[in-house]
């Protein structure tokens, strides 16, 4: 049974980039628009190591260090999702495009992308036997929401009331979509311990991730102001043993209060009781029951996904007809298309004995990317009753740690092959 964690930040995250960064000479810090999974799960594994190595202590009993990292690096932790009103929020899909019709008096529109099979004749430089994704018709994408609720993902996974799905330039609360946290930036400087004074030169900025979410604005202002209500994150933590007992006994009357991302900016950790926020859908569960053999379905990532090739991932043989099983399933897909963006850096700095350093960037897809199959054998219902928000990274490269990390969650929904975009 998994637990269900309720993250509050106090202050604004720090969410660095891959890019280099240390103190002095006006350097500046990069920020993410959103934490990854192993910021997450590199925090609250630390929380329970340490709690774990005090109870020792305070035991007079030995501590076993390397068996105590091995069994924290088993703990499945899935997350972070934004969490607002006790609503989970998802990565807006790439299989779209929101633009503004010229034709239409600049009326905000939505744009279905699909992939295309090219037309007798033609072709593209794709690898043999994937499909090109296609726009509609020529339109500059227009500014658009970050994240989506679960109820506006679900209408888009099943197809369903499409103009409705039209995101707002602006977005609230109520509207179902949620921009990227805005970026708080700080300047700092090095305070010489003898003097009390800066120390010359060492001057450099941060940038944080403003866990808020404007409600209203108050008007009659000269500076107007927004009520603000902080953005949760959310996480599914699937531990056992003495591991799951520890953090059961988080709750709202007894929360913990534990750094997570740079500079050890604090965040109120607790569980969330009956929380149904991480399950699938029950329209999506009905119209997935329906699915033959020969229709479609769609991969969307909740994460960034991390492939051993590249975008691909590596349980689609593309020797065999771009056909493949995601793990933890017996359902065979083959792949018709993809909507990518480019790849994100991933890097950090190792702490655990014998790996101290710097550990090696790897290549990340972009959460909301998509992929599209036809169900070649196996019943699609499998794929929500087993991959719904579960990871589908590659897992042979480092003993499935990535999917443990969180990295790869799945959304599934329904695509028709012989249809393109609209």
Same mark, same amino acid.
């Given at each position: 049974?998994?637990?269900?964690?309720?993250?509050?930040?106090?202050?604004?995250?720090?969410?660095?980039?891959?890019?280099?960064?240390?103190?002095?000479?006006?350097?500046?810090?990069?920020?993410?628009?959103?934490?990854?999974?192993?910021?997450?799960?590199?925090?609250?594994?630390?929380?329970?190591?340490?709690?774990?190595?005090?109870?020792?202590?305070?035991?007079?009993?030995?501590?076993?260090?390397?068996?105590?990292?091995?069994?924290?690096?088993?703990?499945?932790?899935?997350?972070?999702?934004?969490?607002?009103?006790g609503q989970l929020y998802l990565p807006a899909p790439k299989d779209l495009l929101v633009?503004?019709?010229?034709?239409?008096?600049?009326?905000?529109?939505?744009?279905?992308?699909?992939?295309?099979?090219?037309?007798?004749?033609?072709?593209?430089?794709?690898?043999?036997g994937l499909w090109p994704v296609s726009v509609t018709k020529e339109a500059k994408p227009?500014?658009?929401?970050?994240?989506?609720?679960?109820?506006?993902?679900?209408?888009?996974? *099943? @197809?369903?009331?499409?103009?409705?799905?039209?995101?707002?330039?602006?977005?609230?609360?109520?509207?179902?979509? *949620?921009?990227?946290?805005?970026?708080?930036?700080?300047?700092?400087?090095?305070? #010489?311990?003898?003097?009390?004074?800066?120390?010359?030169?060492?001057?450099?900025?941060?940038?944080?991730?403003?866990?808020?979410?404007?409600?209203?604005?108050?008007?009659?202002?000269?500076?107007?102001?927004?009520?603000?209500?902080? *953005?949760?994150?959310?996480?599914?933590?699937?531990?056992?043993?003495?591991?799951?007992?520890?953090?059961?006994?988080?709750?709202?009357?007894?929360?913990?209060?534990?750094?997570?991302? @740079?500079?050890?900016?604090?965040?109120?950790?607790?569980?969330v009781r009956n929380d149904k926020a991480w399950q699938c859908p029950t329209d999506l569960?009905?119209?997935?029951?329906?699915?033959?053999?020969?229709?479609?379905?769609?991969?969307?990532?909740?994460?960034?996904?991390?492939?051993?090739?590249?975008?691909?991932?590596?349980?689609?043989?593309?020797?065999?007809?771009?056909? @493949?099983?995601?793990?933890?399933?017996?359902?065979?897909?083959? *792949?018709?298309?993809?909507?990518?963006?480019?790849?994100?850096?991933?890097?950090?700095?190792?702490?655990?004995?014998?790996?101290?350093?710097?550990?090696?960037?790897?290549?990340?897809?972009?959460?909301?990317?998509?992929?599209?199959?036809?169900?070649?054998?196996?019943?699609?219902?499998?794929?929500?009753?087993?991959?719904?928000?579960?990871?589908?990274?590659?897992? #042979?490269?480092? #003993?499935?740690?990535?999917?443990?990390?969180?990295?790869?969650?799945?959304?599934?929904?329904?695509?028709?092959?012989?249809? @393109?975009?609209?």
């Amino acid at each position: 049974m998994s637990i269900v964690l309720k993250l509050t930040p106090r202050d604004p995250l720090i969410a660095r980039d891959g890019r280099p960064f240390g103190m002095g000479q006006g350097l500046r810090m990069k920020s993410l628009d959103w934490p990854y999974p192993s910021v997450l799960a590199g925090s609250l594994r630390s929380y329970l190591f340490k709690r774990e190595k005090a109870k020792a202590i305070e035991d007079h009993q030995n501590f076993n260090y390397r068996d105590t990292v091995e069994s924290l690096k088993q703990i499945n932790i899935a997350g972070p999702l934004p969490y607002f009103n006790g609503q989970l929020y998802l990565p807006a899909p790439k299989d779209l495009l929101v633009y503004e019709d010229e034709d239409n008096g600049n009326k905000r529109r939505l744009m279905v992308l699909r992939p295309e099979e090219p037309p007798e004749g033609g072709g593209c430089d794709l690898p043999d036997g994937l499909w090109p994704v296609s726009v509609t018709k020529e339109a500059k994408p227009a500014k658009s929401p970050a994240f989506w609720s679960m109820a506006k993902m679900t209408y888009w996974l *099943l @197809g369903q009331d499409l103009e409705k799905l039209v995101p707002p330039e602006n977005p609230t609360p109520t509207s179902g979509f *949620l921009d990227a946290p805005g970026k708080d930036e700080r300047m700092h400087v090095s305070i #010489d311990a003898d003097t009390y004074t800066a120390k010359d030169g060492m001057l450099f900025k941060t940038v944080g991730l403003d866990m808020t979410v404007n409600t209203q604005e108050r008007r009659g202002s000269l500076n107007p102001h927004f009520a603000a209500e902080p *953005l949760a994150l959310s996480a599914r933590v699937e531990a056992s043993g003495d591991w799951r007992n520890k953090l059961e006994q988080l709750s709202t009357s007894r929360p913990l209060l534990h750094p997570l991302g @740079g500079e050890r900016r604090l965040v109120r950790w607790e569980t969330v009781r009956n929380d149904k926020a991480w399950q699938c859908p029950t329209d999506l569960t009905k119209a997935f029951q329906a699915l033959t053999t020969g229709q479609g379905v769609r991969l969307v990532l909740a994460t960034p996904g991390i492939f051993q090739q590249g975008w691909l991932p590596d349980w689609i043989d593309c020797t065999n007809g771009w056909k @493949g099983i995601p793990p933890g399933s017996t359902v065979e897909l083959q *792949l018709i298309g993809a909507c990518v963006e480019r790849w994100k850096p991933i890097s950090g700095w190792g702490l655990e004995n014998g790996k101290v350093g710097p550990k090696a960037i790897r290549r990340l897809v972009p959460a909301g990317s998509v992929y599209f199959f036809k169900v070649t054998q196996g019943s699609a219902a499998e794929l929500l009753d087993k991959l719904w928000l579960r990871s589908v990274a590659d897992g #042979d490269e480092d #003993d499935g740690q990535s999917r443990r990390d969180g990295f790869g969650l799945a959304l599934w929904g329904l695509w028709n092959p012989q249809q @393109g975009g609209n």
